[in-house]
């Protein structure tokens, strides 16, 4: 069984500071770990993942995300947030060693940034 | 855009009425989702098809219906849906799946009223 957990529902950072989206998974064995953003009215994109190697994985936007094995934890990142970084995150994780491609997503977290 | 083309953006429909949902891709890949967004929940996976081959129905129930013409098009049939089926009907692609190129490509989705 895989799961994901995004303790908050809602982020608020005025623009310019530093921006955390926390995550935390739980699957048996090795984890790929993902984040995308879903902006209004349109589907989810891809941001960044981990599949392996560096604990630092950086990806678009100027976003990055640290896999930490210990706290099973996948924090999303942005040193500055802008205002268009308004969006709704999604982390999501799977099992490495498990056959096919079953995702599994956590609940979201709303980021709002304001000026 | 992403490449994944979802038709119609919004559609209403009563709990009598057979309707479907369609999605395109144009991306070249072999592997085709439906996950359904409902407010407040984690994004679930409903439908996996590799290769026009359903590999993953996650307990849906029959009044949903997929197809897989060919590796471009899914479609999803509704009939006699039930009102807690409201929600926002995402298809995604992807290459299958080898630990290197995983990553989704998300339509913008279907907005499902059902009165």
């Known amino acids: 069984a895989q799961s994901v957990a995004q303790p908050e529902d809602q982020v608020n950072v005025a623009e310019g500071n530093p921006l955390t989206v926390k995550c935390t998974y739980s699957?048996?064995?090795?984890?790929?770990l993902f984040w995308y953003v879903q902006y209004p009215n349109r589907g989810l994109q891809f941001l960044l993942k981990?599949?392996?190697?560096?604990?630092l994985v950086k990806g678009s936007y100027g976003f990055e995300a640290e896999f930490n094995k210990s706290q099973t934890s996948f924090h999303l990142k942005k040193p500055s947030a802008l205002v268009s970084d308004s969006a709704l995150y999604f982390c999501?994780?799977?099992?490495?060693?498990?056959?096919?491609?079953?995702?599994?997503f956590g609940g979201g977290t709303r980021v709002l940034v304001k000026p | 855009e992403t490449g994944v083309t979802q038709t119609p953006r919004h559609l209403v429909m009563g709990m009598t009425n057979k309707k479907s949902l369609k999605c395109e891709q144009h991306?070249?890949?072999?592997?085709m989702y439906w996950y359904k967004q409902s407010a407040k929940k984690p994004l679930e996976l409903m439908f996996v098809?590799?290769?026009?081959?359903?590999?993953e129905n996650n307990s849906v129930p029959s009044r949903f219906s997929p197809e897989c013409p060919n590796s471009s098009h899914l479609f999803l049939h509704l009939h006699t849906l039930q009102p807690e089926d409201s929600a926002l009907y995402l298809c995604?692609?992807?290459?299958?799946?080898?630990?290197?190129?995983?990553?989704?490509?998300f339509g913008s989705g279907t907005q499902l009223s059902v009165l």
């Open positions: 995604a692609s992807s290459q299958p799946w080898t630990g290197l190129n995983e990553k989704l490509f």
């Open positions: 699957v048996s064995g090795n984890p790929y």
């Open positions: 981990y599949i392996t190697g560096d604990n």
């Open positions: 999501a994780v799977r099992q490495r060693e498990a056959a096919g491609n079953k995702l599994t």
């Open positions: 991306l070249g890949h072999n592997a």
């Open positions: 098809y590799n290769f026009k081959e359903q590999t």
